[in-house]
C-alpha cells in the first residue's frame, strides 16, 4: 500500500498564498501521473491539477511541480478565495492503482 502524506494546509486570508506538499517513502521514479483534487463540503471531489513525470505547470493562480529525487509533489496556492476552501488531496497513479493520501485542510478566510 502506497503512503502519500500531505502537508501545509491551514489558514490564510483572501488574496495570500500557501504551499502544500505531498511526500511518500515510496519512489517517485516508479509512479506516472500525480495529481492534487479538492473537495469542498456539500460538494464532489475535483481535479486542481495533474502532472506527468518531472517539472511544474502552471494552471490559472496555481502551480503543481514535483520533485523525483525528494519524493515531493507540491502545489503552490496564489491569490487565495474563499472559495478555494476545501481538504486537498494529492494522488499517484503507480500501475493501474490510483493512490490517494489522507488530505489537508485550506481555509480561506478573515
Known amino acids: 500500500q502506497v503512503q502519500l502524506v500531505e502537508f501545509g494546509g491551514g489558514l490564510v486570508q483572501p488574496g495570500g498564498s500557501l504551499r502544500l506538499r505531498c511526500s511518500s517513502s515510496?519512489?517517485?521514479?516508479?509512479?506516472?501521473?500525480m495529481a492534487w483534487y479538492r473537495q469542498a463540503p456539500g460538494t464532489q471531489r475535483e481535479l486542481v491539477a495533474n502532472?506527468?513525470r518531472s517539472g511544474s505547470f502552471v494552471k490559472g493562480r496555481f502551480t503543481i511541480s514535483r520533485d523525483n529525487d525528494k519524493n515531493t509533489l507540491f502545489l503552490d496556492l496564489n491569490k487565495l478565495k474563499p472559495e478555494d476552501t476545501a481538504v486537498y488531496y494529492c494522488?499517484?497513479?503507480?500501475?493501474?492503482?490510483?493512490?490517494w493520501g489522507q488530505g489537508t485542510q485550506v481555509t480561506v478566510s478573515t
Open positions: 502532472i506527468t
Open positions: 515510496e519512489n517517485f521514479y516508479d509512479f506516472g501521473v
Open positions: 494522488t499517484a497513479l503507480r500501475g493501474q492503482h490510483l493512490h
